[in-house]
């Protein structure tokens, strides 16, 4: 499918202007063609200078002049520059008496290169052709390192002149010269050849790396102001409501691909007809309720039902525990038999298995409970007698804390009772 770059329409005016600007480097003059190759000298310093010194957005008359002060002498420079100027091989970057930074045309620079390599093609074509031949030099192993190097250079001076020229016709060029120039910046692939050089130049000559590096700084920078020239064209050809600047192929990708936004703007300024219901408004509401989504109510969970009346079940549960806790200080109570302090060694002993367990699991549980008075102390001893009731234990002994009063028994003995009852 063709491109907006691809379309190439009549010049009539332009043509005479490119065949102007490309014989420009061997001009003697604005109505004949130089006749000592040596004249070229001049044109080719010129050139040069746009790629060696720092030529982002031109160079001045004076930068200019000393770059081509070792090819020619004062004189000869401001005639040749006058005749750069008549033929457009040097253009201003605007069109203003002040203006004192010119751009170098593309067009010049295409036929420095058609004289240099006899090549028949020019602009961004030629430049097409040399970053293809230094990649198959590369490839195939033939090209030196000055090659590369002399490549590499060249084809950055054509990026650096390319992208001033697009600005320049950006900045102060109508849309017809616009449209006139748009197929001669083609090749969509362009940032890939130069990725695929510079990889090559990577590997081949490392030393190279900068030189490489710098082309693609400019290749990035004249694709950047392809988008500004494209972004322009585009504009204007908007506002002149010219739709032959796309195909019928690109409308279409357009409509399927570009944002509402951007397609409900082409239509901002056109006027509509007012829209007529085709629906009244009782089958505007019936529709409503119909296709109404339903709305989930939540439903209370039941009430649970009133507890049984009865004793409370807790209260048994709590007496239970107090009626074991008054066990365990009673049984306590019996070991020590009125005395404050025993040892129970040798009952733990003749208790035997598991009745030696059972003793000693209710005094670490009268131990435990912070309201019985009573504590035991077990030692690091341990006592082994393989025939003896309990073959080995650990000496023990019980101790009262405080003394129970005859009240508590007697209240231990009550619960006691209440709880066997239940």
């Known amino acids: 499918m063709d491109s907006l770059f691809d379309k190439d329409d009549p010049e009539p005016n332009g043509l005479l202007e490119r065949v102007r600007a490309l014989v ?9 063609v130089v006749d000592q190759p040596g004249t070229l000298d001049v044109a080719r310093a010129v050139y040069e200078a746009f790629g060696e010194l720092d030529a982002t957005g031109g160079l001045t008359r004076a930068q200019l002049a000393h770059a081509c002060c070792d090819v020619t002498d004062e004189a000869t420079f401001q005639s040749r520059f006058e005749l750069f100027c008549r033929l457009g091989m040097l ?97 969509a692939s362009l940032m890939n050849d130069v990725f695929e050089l510079n990889e090559q130049v990577r590997v081949a000559f490392p030393e190279l790396d900068p030189d490489a590096y710098r082309l693609v700084v400019e290749t990035q920078r004249y694709v950047g102001a392809r988008e500004q020239f494209v972004g322009r064209l585009l504009d204007e050809g908007a506002a002149a409501r010219d739709f032959s600047l796309l195909d019928p192929e690109e409308y279409l990708e357009a409509a399927r691909t570009a944002p509402l936004d951007a397609l409900a703007e082409v239509f901002a300024t056109t006027v509509f007809d007012p829209p007529s219901p085709w629906l009244d408004p009782a089958v505007v509401a019936e529709g409503v309720q119909q296709f109404r989504p339903r709305v989930a109510v939540r439903r209370r969970p039941p009430r649970p039902a009133d507890p049984p009346a009865g004793p409370d079940p807790m209260e048994r549960v709590e007496r239970r525990a107090e009626a074991a806790r008054r066990r365990r200080d009673r049984g306590a109570e019996l070991h020590l038999q009125g005395s404050n302090e025993t040892d129970l060694t040798s009952r733990l002993r003749a208790a035997g298995w598991p009745g030696a367990a059972n003793m000693l699991v209710e005094l670490l549980g009268a131990h435990a409970d912070p309201e019985s008075p009573f504590e035991i102390a077990m030692s690091d001893e341990l006592l082994v007698d393989a025939d003896a009731p309990v073959s080995y234990l650990t000496p023990v002994s019980l101790r009262r804390t405080k003394s129970l009063s005859v009240a508590s028994i007697v209240v231990a003995d009550i619960v006691e009772e209440a709880v066997e009852h239940d």
């Open 91 to 187: 253009l201003p970057h605007f069109d203003k008496l002040h203006q004192q930074r010119y751009v170098f045309n593309p067009t010049s620079a295409a036929g420095i290169l058609v004289f240099d390599r006899l090549a028949e093609r020019g602009g961004v074509d030629e430049l097409i052709t040399l970053l293809d031949r230094t990649r198959a030099d590369l490839t195939s192993g033939v090209a030196t390192r000055d090659q590369v190097r002399a490549s590499l250079r060249q084809a950055r001076r054509m990026m650096t002149i390319s992208a001033d020229h697009l600005l320049r016709l950006v900045s102060s060029s109508p849309l017809s010269e616009l449209v006139a120039q748009r197929g001669h910046h083609r090749h």
């Open 24 to 32: 420009a480097p061997v001009a003697a003059n604005a109505g004949a």
